[in-house]
């Protein structure tokens, strides 16, 4: 079965600094990849997907991911945080015949300081 | 707008009461889910429909229900026979596919405490 991890629990960053949030998977094909990202009491957003072709996705909100096949990860960058960004943040993975059903890893709270 | 409305937002139950969330959307997707979400866990599937009048298990299915008899309408009880029901539930939607190229659009969840 597949699998997501996401190693981070917390991360703090400056507002203005860059960002990364690791994710890795688990599946034996190509899988699909998902970005969400959640904020306090709320359902997900969609930040980006990937299904197949170019490894670099853009996503909304500046953000954009790229998947490595080598390294089994699909993580999460965006150049400039800003304070708005401060959520959680899931990664999740969906496979071939599965139908919509994802794999969401445990999250990544994200703060942001001022 | 479209999108996914869940009711309540908050909710309270004693020991030992069936309780059910309501998901209702007008995105036309065939497909529904429901996960339920704890701290440090992320997001467990308990149960989808990919289409009316059928459903299946996911991951956590036990003590919990669902029936979808209409289309935009995916209903949960939360049933005296689940040990731990305090829980963020989210309700989910796709287009159907044979293959995975949807993406899931969320409510915005429905927080239950038993008391």
Redesign the interface.
């Known amino acids: 079965a597949q699998s997501v991890t996401q190693p981070d629990i917390h991360i703090t960053v400056s507002e203005g600094a860059s960002l990364e949030l690791r994710c890795n998977y688990s599946y034996g094909a190509t899988p699909y990849l998902f970005w969400y990202v959640q904020s306090p009491g709320q359902g997900l957003q969609l930040l980006l997907k990937y299904f197949s072709g170019d490894t670099l996705v853009q996503g909304i909100k500046g953000f954009e991911a790229e998947f490595k096949r080598s390294q089994s990860s699909f993580n999460l960058r965006k150049p400039s945080v800003h304070w708005s960004d401060a959520a959680e943040y899931f990664c999740a993975v969906g496979v071939t015949g599965g139908g919509n059903k994802l794999t969401f890893g445990t999250g990544t709270q994200l703060k942001v300081e001022l | 707008d479209g999108g996914?409305t869940?009711s309540p937002k908050y909710l309270f139950r004693k020991e030992g009461q069936n309780v059910t969330l309501s998901c209702e959307q007008n995105l036309n997707h065939d497909?529904m889910?429901w996960?339920r979400q704890d701290p440090?866990?992320?997001?467990?599937?308990i149960y989808?429909s990919?289409i009316v009048n059928d459903f299946q298990k996911?991951d956590i299915a036990e003590g919990y229900s669902v029936s979808r008899e209409k289309k935009e309408s995916f209903p949960l009880t939360v049933t005296s026979a689940q040990k731990n029901p305090t829980a963020f539930y989210?309700c989910?939607s796709?287009?159907?596919?044979?293959?995975?190229?949807?993406?899931?659009?969320?409510?915005?969840?429905s927080?239950l405490t038993v008391l």
Do not use: D, H, K, V
């Open positions: 996914i869940q497909a889910y996960y440090g866990q992320g997001l467990r599937l989808y990919q996911g989210l989910a796709s287009i159907r596919g044979g293959t995975n190229t949807g993406e899931l659009f969320f409510g915005e969840g927080r």
